[in-house]
């Protein structure tokens, strides 16, 4: 018998770049801490996915946010098998980004 060949994952992983001189890092009184930026990204992005897939669905899920020097970096990486992990996940680090304008911009 043949050994089986390797299976790639099922998922995607999105990566959403932002930077901007109005995203300061938390440099002033007036702008976000980086920990507040990364906390409403990843809320943002885990709340898209969970408005769209049954948790039940979901296999696996990571959502990683770094935020330095004004560069906001959000991975994605979904497996849910029967959903179109590469749109949710997409879209996901998109709401993250989205999330963290509104922020600096209500700041």
Do not use: K, Q
Request: aromatic content about 2%; proline content about 6%.
């Amino acid at each position: 018998m043949a050994p089986a060949a390797p299976v790639a994952p099922v998922g995607r992983r999105a990566r959403a770049r932002a930077g901007s001189p109005a995203m300061g890092g938390g440099d002033t009184a007036d702008t976000p801490s980086d920990e507040a930026v990364v906390r409403v990204a990843a809320d943002a992005a885990e709340d898209l996915i969970l408005s769209r897939v049954d948790r039940a669905a979901i296999e696996d899920l990571d959502v990683t946010v770094h935020f330095e020097d004004g560069v906001l970096e959000v991975d994605v990486y979904l497996h849910a098998p029967g959903v179109d992990a590469d749109a949710v996940a997409d879209d996901a680090a998109l709401a993250a980004r989205a999330a963290v304008d509104a922020l600096f911009a209500d700041g």
